[in-house]
């Protein structure tokens, strides 16, 4: 008892005071004793241990005070934050300025664990685990800024063993020590975070997994790890980190707990980065607030009325009222209407002005966040295209309103607009199948966020499947739809109706993100244009997500590729294409349909004046290429088989193959011989500039 009492003493007396004489009570870890084990020993002794055994004797280690001396002292957070309504607060947060590890100063090992161990382990201490936002400041404070790409490993079965645990750790070593810097210098780059989410409550599955966030690339921190569910609550692996803060803040000099103000309707835009309030903060949790607000509308579409009106098509819940912002200016939604659900539509608009929509939910105890911005034209005229807005990732730069990028090509080619959200869609708040043409922006969703899930890949069937124009564009469509080992049912739509086959998830070198192109080219005779065009994307001139990741891919049978990365330096995918393309018949309908797929957002282009060019080029698609060639040089490196054309070559040279009419049936760069497989007819194989006229 008497240790007991001199250790809290000491808690007590290693409080931090503050200039207006509030104080945050110090983090309750126990002294380190001086018979602890050291890291290495530990280690060795929970190798071969089963994971709960393991869990236990991690839990046993730090809950005693076995962690280093320099990992225990707090380092302090202070900037000026905005709430959700973009009021400013003085902020004070106090962090550890590592990630959790077991041993001394001199012989320690960072530790993986369950986020049940960690949530253990913040509890006993007086600790909370951080949200997303406080993992970005943990970045944007930190003295050392580690590559998360120099401290990753092998991606298979051994990331979650032991052995890999300590290795990773000695490769983090040896960058953390260049720096010169004391162990105890607040570090971030090196380690994903177990973080607490909205996603644990809201989530069908929330309670059963862990949610990490983290590994901030440089220069610029973003994540490649943004908030990510994916795996259950008793899944570790060597990139997973715990770095504990304190449940005491300061706001405006005022001690609150970090629990209170992420359950502020108002003040919880301070410390998260997520959609409305935490009900629950800790793994294993339960909600306190049976009355919060609503949430953020997430269904709902906007489509023309007539030249002077539009119609906001949403399903009301019960005791929830809504107001319409809207306005001419995407960021600044100057005007007001309440919702009237028997009548829900906008009056007094000017016809053919293009305008943009957000929705406010509330109720008797409090209002809802504003949605993602949708766009819609006033006017008389039908044949509009319909915008779904299906790019829902939680990611750096999704700031939830590039409905403009694409609303504001179509309106510069006199298109009229309207649009709807995906869940809409899915809903069937709006039919697809009423508009010739509709552009579904996918960002950079991906698999935990899903691009297309079962539902929306049935509508875009029937949609093809009756004539429809799709244009698609997202950076991880062939990721997360296309790749081998995927559900064979989003793997055939991938390739029959989307007409892409997926080669590799960035035109960077292996599995690097694609620093090495921010360009792309429109590839003749594929019925883009002939004149080579190029345009940037993400380059930092215009806000955008970072994709880091745009997909490489192949055309499926009958489809062209029509657009091609530009690399900077040595890539291997520049022989592979970023856009394809296909004019023709879906399934077993006889009705013509077209797609463009597109592994760079849409809004990620820049600047403005591309994107419309790149639209305009995209509408006037119809299968067929613009000009080619007649054949007029006979190429003895072309020859007939049994099965169709070999090409024999010795340098790298580009082949095409159209059909007789002019249809381009294959493209492919190689240096050397390449054979492809022909049904009987009359063929043109073009090699660089030479062509010769095959007959099969």
Request: charge should be negative; aromatic fraction near 10%.
């Amino acid at each position: 008892m008497k240790k007991l009492n001199l250790f809290f003493l000491a808690v007590f007396l290693t409080a931090n005071v503050y200039a207006n004489g509030n104080s945050l009570q110090a983090l309750q870890i126990p002294p380190r004793q001086s018979n602890a084990i050291g890291g290495a020993e530990f280690m060795a002794r929970i190798t071969p241990m089963s994971l709960a055994d393991r869990e236990a004797a991690i839990f046993e280690e730090i809950s005693n005070g076995n962690i280093p001396d320099a990992f225990r002292q707090v380092y302090r957070i202070e900037k000026r934050m905005q709430d959700r309504n973009n009021v400013y607060h003085d902020v004070v947060l106090e962090l550890l300025p590592d990630f959790l590890a077991i041993g001394s100063d001199d012989d320690f090992c960072r530790i993986p664990m369950t986020p049940m161990t960690a949530q253990r382990l913040a509890t006993l201490f007086g600790a909370t685990l951080p949200t997303s936002k406080i993992s970005d400041l943990a970045w944007e404070f930190a003295e050392i800024k580690i590559d998360p790409w120099q401290t990753t490993e092998t991606p298979d079965h051994t990331m979650t063993t032991v052995p890999v645990f300590i290795s990773n750790n000695a490769r983090i070593e040896v960058l953390r020590k260049a720096f010169g810097k004391p162990l105890s210098t607040p570090i971030a780059g090196h380690r994903k975070d177990i973080i607490i989410s909205n996603r644990i409550y809201t989530d069908a599955q929330g309670r059963n997994r862990v949610f990490i966030y983290g590994w901030h690339q440089l220069p610029a921190g973003n994540p490649i790890q943004n908030i990510h569910g994916g795996h259950s609550i008793d899944y570790v692996d060597y990139s997973h980190g715990v770095r504990l803060v304190n449940q005491e803040m300061l706001v405006n000099g005022e001690v609150r707990r970090v629990r209170d103000v992420l359950r502020d309707p108002v003040k919880y835009r301070l410390i998260s980065n997520e959609t409305g309030i935490m009900v629950i903060t800790e793994y294993g949790g339960e909600p306190e607030r049976p009355n919060p607000p609503p949430n953020a509308v997430t269904s709902f579409a906007v489509v023309p009325e007539s030249a002077t009106s539009v119609r906001i098509l949403l399903t009301p819940e019960t005791g929830v009222s809504y107001r319409i912002r809207f306005g001419t200016d995407v960021t600044n939604l100057t005007q007001t209407a309440e919702l009237n659900p028997s009548s829900p539509v906008i009056s007094g608009l000017t016809e053919n002005q293009l305008y943009y929509f957000a929705i406010e939910a509330f109720n008797s105890h409090g209002s809802a966040p504003l949605s993602r911005r949708l766009a819609a034209t006033p006017t008389s005229r039908d044949n509009f295209a319909l915008v779904v807005v299906g790019f829902n990732r939680n990611i750096t730069g999704n700031h939830g309103m590039f409905v403009r990028q694409h609303a504001e090509a179509l309106a510069d080619l006199n298109k009229p607009v309207a649009s709807a959200t995906n869940p809409a869609v899915i809903a069937g708040l709006v039919n697809i199948n009423n508009f010739p043409f509709v552009s579904w922006m996918l960002g950079e969703d991906s698999t935990v966020d899903t691009t297309l899930n079962a539902a929306e890949r049935d509508i875009v069937k029937n949609y093809l499947e009756n004539g429809g124009f799709l244009y698609i564009s997202g950076s991880e469509i062939g990721w997360d739809l296309g790749r081998e080992g995927l559900a064979q049912n989003a793997v055939a739509f991938f390739r029959d109706y989307l007409k892409s086959v997926f080669v590799a998830t960035s035109p960077g070198p292996g599995t690097q993100p694609s620093g090495l192109s921010r360009s792309a080219i429109i590839l003749p005779d594929a019925g883009f244009g002939n004149d080579d065009f190029t345009f940037r994307f993400a380059d930092g001139t215009e806000p955008t997500t970072p994709v880091n990741f745009p997909d490489v891919l192949l055309p499926a049978e009958g489809a062209v590729g029509f657009l091609r990365y530009i690399l900077t330096a040595g890539g291997n995918h520049n022989v592979y294409y970023g856009g394809i393309a296909y004019a023709g018949t879906f399934g077993n309908s006889t009705i013509p349909a077209r797609v463009v797929v597109m592994g760079i957002p849409f809004e990620a282009i820049v600047p403005a004046a591309a994107r419309t060019e790149i639209m305009r080029r995209i509408l006037d698609f119809d299968g067929v290429p613009t000009d080619i060639e007649n054949p007029t040089v006979a190429n003895n490196r072309v020859f007939r088989t049994m099965n169709g054309v070999r090409i024999e070559l010795e340098t790298l040279a580009e082949i095409t193959i159209f059909d007789i009419s002019g249809r381009l049936i294959h493209r492919v760069k190689t240096d050397a011989t390449f054979e492809h497989p022909l049904i009987r007819g009359v063929y043109l194989v073009k090699v660089d500039n030479e062509v010769t006229k095959v007959v099969k």
